[in-house]
């Protein structure tokens, strides 16, 4: 009995441990102490940024549609030298009129520095001095060359004789009588010598100031008249003797009597030049009906410029004429005037019968020594005298 009693208690035993170690073996493990891992969370990226994960591309901006800038134009620049000084009706124009219309009618693309008498070469040089490429461009009187190119007479006279009747008529005879004949003369007399011509720029006449009274028609027998070529000729036919002085020297030519008298163009000049304070009298209207001084290039530069800058160039040239001629008449009848009141000139005005029919004669007398200079002198005499009958006044 007890045996068994004992037996039965080991018994329980062995059961309650096998019953606990089945508990424990039953529990779920505790988790291995580890360390823990690195932030997953990646860094913020800016708009538009790709990331190795990323698996929607990034958004690309649209094809720019501005265009390239286009380069700047080039700008064409002249030197362009005229034979008178910077105080003068016609290089205020070319200053002030005619280089910002051409700016402006080539949008920019083409401009000239202007030069004054003498700035870069002396005035009878300025032909070779445009074919050496010293100059582009010019503003002269054809006198200062008196027939030392060879050209047409009348060229190196100075003046174009004896066709105005009227403003109108000066640039129908030069660009329009006969589609242009007469510009296509002077052209044809530059071309030797490398010389694009623009057109003649009339002023109101070659006029006649003097320091001694000349009243009366005959009293030229006793003056010294500064001028040159074919006004000389004028004058000397009217009984004056004459002289040729730079035109910077006149106003002391007249003061120290190297000449009693100086002719340009008209009384505007004589004005802007200030010899109406060495010389009182004054004749009215200019004696030769028409004084001009020509503007020119040379003829490498002209051909250098694009088509539409050329054509710019002659409409802005032409209408430079027209604004200076207008510009004379209008201020010439003023200017003798002011200088009467200020200055105490006498106006002289030649206007009998027989003063007129000499004044003719003398003109005749120098288109006549003009033909027969030389043919092309003699060709633009014709010219001239078929416009004059062409208008009616010759037969």
């Known amino acids: 009995m007890k045996g068994k009693l004992i037996k039965s208690i080991g018994i329980i035993i062995a059961l309650v441990l096998v019953a606990s170690l089945s508990l424990i073996a039953c529990q779920p493990a505790a988790p291995a102490t580890t360390t823990a891992p690195a932030a997953t969370t990646p860094a913020a990226t800016t708009p538009g940024a790709v990331t190795a994960t990323a698996t929607t591309p990034a958004a690309t901006k649209p094809a720019t549609t501005t265009p390239a800038p286009k380069p700047a134009a080039t700008v064409i620049k002249w030197k362009f030298q005229t034979h008178e000084g910077p105080d003068l009706v016609n290089s205020t124009k070319l200053q002030k009129w005619l280089v910002p219309t051409l700016e402006a009618m080539t949008d920019g693309r083409f401009t000239m520095d202007i030069f004054y008498t003498g700035a870069i070469l002396p005035n009878e040089e300025l032909v070779d001095g445009a074919n050496k490429g010293v100059i582009d461009g010019f503003d002269i009187s054809q006198g200062y060359f008196s027939g030392a190119k060879n050209m047409g007479w009348t060229i190196a006279a100075g003046i174009e004789p004896f066709i105005e009747k009227t403003g109108i008529e000066i640039f129908e005879f030069l660009w329009d009588w006969e589609g242009g004949k007469m ?63 730079p035109g910077p020297e006149i106003y002391t030519g007249l003061q120290l009597g190297t000449a009693n008298a ?67 008449v ?22 009998s019968a027989a003063d007129m029919a000499k004044l003719e004669a003398a003109k005749m007398y120098v288109m006549d020594w003009i033909s027969k200079k030389d043919a092309s002198g003699a060709e633009y005499i014709n010219l001239c005298k078929d416009y004059l009958r062409y208008k009616g006044y010759i037969q």
């Open 262 to 328: 100086a002719t340009w163009k008209s009384a505007q000049s004589f004005k802007d030049w200030h010899w109406e304070e060495v010389a009182k009298y004054l004749v009215m209207p200019a004696p030769l009906p028409w004084a001009a001084h020509q503007s020119y290039s040379s003829i490498n530069a002209w051909n250098k410029l694009p088509k539409d800058i050329q054509n710019c160039m002659t409409i802005a040239f032409r209408e430079f004429a027209q604004q200076h001629h207008r510009n004379y």
């Open 183 to 245: 510009e296509k003369w002077h052209q044809k007399q530059w071309d030797p010598f490398g010389i694009h011509f623009f057109t003649s720029v009339p002023a109101n006449g070659v006029g006649l100031i003097c320091s001694k009274d000349i009243t009366n028609l005959a009293d030229v027998s006793k003056i010294i008249v500064r001028t040159h070529s074919g006004a000389a000729v004028f004058w000397e036919q009217l009984g004056a003797r004459t002289t040729y002085i």
């Open 330 to 351: 209008d201020l010439d009848e003023k200017a003798a005037q002011e200088m009467a009141a200020k200055s105490g000139v006498k106006v002289i005005r030649w206007t």
